[in-house]
């Protein structure tokens, strides 16, 4: 909690992103210097502004774009924020593209991104490899596959030439991940009852938990999860998870893979269960209020407030809002009491690295553009 409490203190900066205006405006070779959180990769600066859009504290960017020729640091996205919401500094830069974060603007959470990218690689997160006629059919493919987030594709003229034609669909988080999970006396925490779970609109089900059982071995990711509901909906969203198991005293979450068996033994305290792929089972989790539990991190901002339902029911009418924790009056530090933690991650399509590649196309799904 001592960490989480020393970034509390930054996080009236936050409440920024509710009073500043509306600033769609993109400032082409100007560069905002300084005040980096974090820097990630895009294709482009409209993806980078919507990266900023949903990272909980990014207020404004800067984008080096693909005609960037300093150094290698094309395609990089620096996600700022200052105490005053404004950047210290504004310098005319050839290849730098700035602007500011949406989260004013009443943002799409699943944001359309149309654009492909020639000549423009998405290293990692294959998860499957097909042959394809074209690009076109290739963001086909991925926009068919629910697990697909983002491809590249390897056109006719592409070396060496038995790659050619051939398609990589690649995954990332499309659902809310948790930064950390821990036990904390005071606190209260919980979801937005509009956070998105992967099976929405699809049949209701039962959904298959074996409780008080382990699924040893065959981890391929081991995540903070809020419950057993939250573990299956993460495993449900992966690209090539085929059981998990929840361990209650840590809140852990193991994904794992196995197609050949499926092992259960009998352990106190643990939750295992299947995927829901093809249908919706009981997303209750949603709604849980978790006593004594701390979401550590991924703030937006906070206000003070009298309960822990008010604290719920403000995350539920704020888009950007997905989960939440609240700060008991009887709390150890008064100082705190009474806060109303707003938190958020970014769920939107966002490749591990983008590089310059001759004879490749990469694009995103088109599903959010329905």
């Known amino acids: 909690m001592e960490a989480h409490w020393i970034l509390g203190v930054l996080l009236s900066v936050f409440s920024l992103s509710l009073s500043q205006a509306c600033r769609q405006q993109l400032l082409e070779d100007v560069d905002f210097p300084g005040s980096d959180i974090q820097f990630v990769f895009s294709p482009d600066v409209n993806h980078c502004q919507q990266l900023c859009t949903q990272h909980p504290a990014c207020l404004f960017f800067s984008f080096l774009r693909a005609e960037w020729t300093r150094d290698d640091r094309n395609f990089y996205c620096y996600l700022k924020t200052t105490s005053s919401g404004e950047p210290d500094v504004q310098n005319p830069v050839e290849g730098i593209t700035s602007g500011y974060s949406l989260k004013p603007c009443s943002p799409d959470s699943k944001p359309c991104l149309p654009q492909l990218y020639n000549g423009v690689d998405f290293p990692g997160a294959d998860y499957k490899a097909l042959f394809t006629e074209d690009a076109e059919e ?139 792929r093809f249908c919706q089972p009981d997303n209750s989790w949603v709604n849980n209020a978790l006593e004594r539990v701390d979401f550590r991190g991924s703030d937006i901002r906070y206000e003070l407030m009298d309960d822990a339902v008010s604290c719920q029911r403000t995350c539920n009418v704020d888009p950007n809002c997905q989960f939440y924790t609240y700060v008991n009056k009887d709390f150890p530090d008064s100082n705190i009491r009474r806060r109303c933690h707003l938190k958020r991650s970014i769920t939107m399509p966002a490749p591990p690295r983008v590089t310059k590649l001759a004879n490749v196309v990469s694009g995103f799904q088109l599903r959010n553009c329905v």
């Open 138 to 276: 290739c963001r086909r493919a991925c926009t068919q596959d629910p697990a697909c987030q983002f491809f590249t594709f390897l056109n006719e003229d592409f070396t060496p030439d038995v790659y050619r034609y051939k398609c990589h669909l690649k995954f990332s988080w499309p659902v809310a991940t948790l930064p950390v999970v821990e036990r904390t006396a005071g606190l209260v925490s919980g979801f937005s009852n509009k956070v998105e779970t992967f099976q929405e609109g699809k049949p209701a089900c039962q959904g298959k938990l074996f409780p008080n059982t382990n699924i040893p071995g065959n981890d391929i990711l081991d995540l903070p999860a809020a419950s057993p509901g939250h573990c299956q909906n993460l495993c449900s969203a992966h690209s090539v998870c085929t059981a998990f198991s929840f361990v209650s005293d840590n809140f852990n979450c193991y994904l794992k893979v196995n197609d050949d068996a499926l092992i259960l033994t009998a352990k106190d305290r643990i939750t295992s269960g299947l995927p829901a």
